[in-house]
């Protein structure tokens, strides 16, 4: 499994909290993502047409902050200048504790920047 899928798959864990009937799944939205393009916005999160549109949003969401340098601890807090956070505090998160959950799914430290592991 690539890295983005073992993030992906940890991110669609956390935000469904592993029940199928969950928010993310009715908004075909496994990340839980606030907006993505012109997709509605349903109980504050975009809503997909499709599973399968859900899945891409995530994975271009997370193979950007992969680009971006971004080490685990900033995918989810945010860094200043160059991303807001995929689940910052300002926004009633913890990004920390959402951190060590997905680096532990994964099996990286939430220290280490995303592309010095690469997306493969």
């Known amino acids: 499994m690539s890295l983005t899928d073992s993030i992906a798959q ?30 509605p916005i349903v109980n504050g999160y ?38 807001a956070g995929y689940a910052p505090s300002a926004d009633s998160n913890q990004p920390a504790a959402y951190a060590a959950t997905v680096s532990a799914a994964v099996g990286i430290d939430p220290n280490t920047p995303l592309n010095a592991i690469g997306s493969s």
């Open 10 to 39: 940890a991110i669609a864990q956390v935000e469904s909290g592993g029940n199928p009937n969950a928010l993310s799944y009715r908004n075909n939205n496994p990340g839980n993502l606030r907006s993505w393009g012109s997709n």
């Open 46 to 83: 975009a809503k997909f047409p499709t599973i399968q549109d859900g899945w891409n949003a995530l994975y271009q969401q997370i193979n950007l902050n992969i680009g971006r340098g971004l080490t685990l601890n900033e995918f989810f807090a945010g860094k200043p200048g160059v991303y």
